[in-house]
């Protein structure tokens, strides 16, 4: 029960040998790494007795990696996990700022299995060749970094055209009960293969490379049971877009969603993982499902058949107990599901299809859908595109093409290989689609999108995860919304929100009034899927002579300074930078597209800092009044302003603040630019815990209405630092410009671990401390 995956290891390896070269799919494991079942068993025993009661599933993988299941105390929603991950996965983007704070480290390897991927500096214009050749070449000096820092310190490195991390991570890495942490929050899309796999920032990444057990606050379990069966036009991504409805952006907050009961058979291996990709927009840690035989049928095909023999071996452990108890039960019967479409500006507004024409209507969205995108790290498996391209035929066959532009993203190079070669490719190509690059493109921001002014207010369909603001073409007047490859497919084809394909007609290019017919596709390739091209670099057992520079005159890369330590003193009179009004995402903290380029330069990408949120003194982005000059300018100007005068700030917000991408940056640029509190009405997880890594105080209000007590002129005092400790509010004295004051109470959910972060000046710094 103890399975050895790499070059050498011959009890119960993997098909073939990672460095060599395959004739089928096969997964790339490093030597030495390793699934013990027999480990997980004894865990989750040791756990089981100690509680004394069944156990989730969710709970069994988790508690089954912990660092000390005998002493380790667990409450869930209170007390913090020490864990054991198995893997670590790094998109290009947040891995340029892990690994170099992995350098900033000292030491000379990463203690667990890594892998880099080359998905996000890759911008859609053209096609995907085009694209490719010059995201190569614009971004030469990056991938140089990532590929010899891979090199230098154990990493391997999957390069740009390989596809997008969670599939590749789908296709290679997870299995059923594996702990992966990734730098990215769509990291849950490994849940679909029975893996706990979890988005965090750089700065955890760095903790687990280093060998250093990973805190995580031990969550709550949120139970979805799925009764009846898919059907028709109905998919996997209708379940999550209806409990994304239910629970909306902050519902899954400090939980695991667990999918159960016999609905779960009629989802295929890569619809569970759409349906636990798109988690990560409820707020939730993460989503995971029972292993069961459509599991076991995607490990077979994609050369993993010796994992699925020993996952059938030790299936107890990789399904809940009977009689577990969840913190919340939701229950979906998929028969009476509905296709949905949700948007526009945030994942959680969902509507029946068969609603959404007569809802833009009445709210004046525009109908004319200007360009369907259907791919992504969401929807991007064979079935997905078999099921787009079902639909394309029929539109052919009828004379039509698509009314809207239409444009492919495969997930991955092996996807795109094998629907070259089955034929997919040509039909959605043939219907008006432009099949785009190995990578995430338009759905992070990665388009260069022509064919509508700034400003112009459009409607677009995708089949992504997320739809705020401004995040595909950077154009606040774009109204994007999410569904089915499906739906965006029929979507596309009419040209109209005002379509529902399970009852109106298209007029074929003879006049003739006609129905497209259910959408259908094999779950997985009759032949065994083609790998394509050999994308990936391992790095060597010898790499003392492997140089890793960064110029000093770079605009891309820069060396790490350490953040300064506390003074041990109260932080006083902070000036209010910003007071936000309404949601603000990672996308507003930090936004992506086009600032991608520096997110390996922290004091270049420092210049996008909150440029994305409102401020409500004026109701408008990037304009805050500088208190020192008495004029107006963008907020990082302001900022850097402050910090030149030795003025430090507080930024104050609204709910789940810093909800979306896992992008440490947001965390790293205010206290690059001189912040040091956040104080809000309450965080996503993934930012409050990438706030405390970089030594912010992360702070809420005890009595949300005292954001309302804030003006944008105030200073803020924190106290009570001297005798910081969990579970010991702070106070805040807020000092307002006509003289008077409020004394307020202040929570926060620091442990004492990351207390000494703060002390410290960052969790960096602490492990330079430790060693």
Sequence with gaps: AYLVLGEGA???????????????????????????????????????????????????????????????????????????????????????????????????????PSTIHCDHLIEAQIGGVEDLKRAKEVNQEVYNFLATAGAKYGVGFWKPGSGIIHQIILENYAYPGVLLIGTDSHTPNGGGLGSICIGVGGADAVDVMAGIPWELKCPNVIGVKLTGSLSGWTSPKDVILKVAGILTVKGGTGAIVEYHGPGVDSISCTGMATICNM????????????????????????????????????KDDLVPDKGCKYDHVIEINLSELKPHINGPFTPDLAHPVSEIGAVAEKNGWPLEVKVGLIGSCTNSSYEDMGRAASLAKQALDKGLKCKAAFTVTPGSEQIRATIERDGFSKILRDVGGVVLANACGPCIGQWDRKDVKMGEKNTIVTSYNRNFTSRNDANPATHAFVTSPEIVTALAIAGTLKFDPETDYLTAANGEKFKLEPPNGDELPARDFDPGQDTYQHPPAESGSVMVDVSPTSTRLQLLEPFDKWNGKDLEDLQVLIKVKGKCTTDHISAAGPWLKFRGHLDNISNNMLIGAINIENDAVNKIKNRLTGEYGGVPDVARHYKANGLSWVVVGDDNYGEGSSREHAALEPRHLGGRVILVKSFARIHETNLKKQGMLPLTFADPTDYDKIRPDDKISITGLATFAPGKPLKGVVKHGDGSQDIINLNHTFNENQVEWFHAGSALNRMKELQ
Aim: glycine letters at 6%.
């Design 10 to 112: 011959r009890r119960l390896h993997v098909s073939a040998a990672f460095n060599a070269k395959p004739k089928v799919a096969m997964s790339r494991f490093e030597p030495g790494t390793s699934i013990s079942y027999e480990k997980l068993h004894e865990n989750i025993d040791i756990v089981r007795k100690r509680l004394n009661r069944p156990l989730t599933l969710s709970e069994k993988i988790v508690y089954g990696h912990l660092d000390d299941p005998v002493g380790q105390d667990i409450a869930r929603g209170r007390t913090y996990l020490r864990l054991r991950p198995d893997r670590v996965a790094m998109q290009d983007a947040t891995a340029q700022m892990a690994m170099l704070q992995f350098i900033s480290s000292g030491l000379p390897k990463v203690a667990v």
């Design 279 to 314: 988690g990560a927009e409820i707020g939730a840690t993460t989503s995971v499902f029972p292993y069961n035989h459509r599991m076991k049928t995607y490990l077979n095909k994609t050369g993993r058949a010796d994992i699925a023999a020993l996952a059938d071996e030790h």
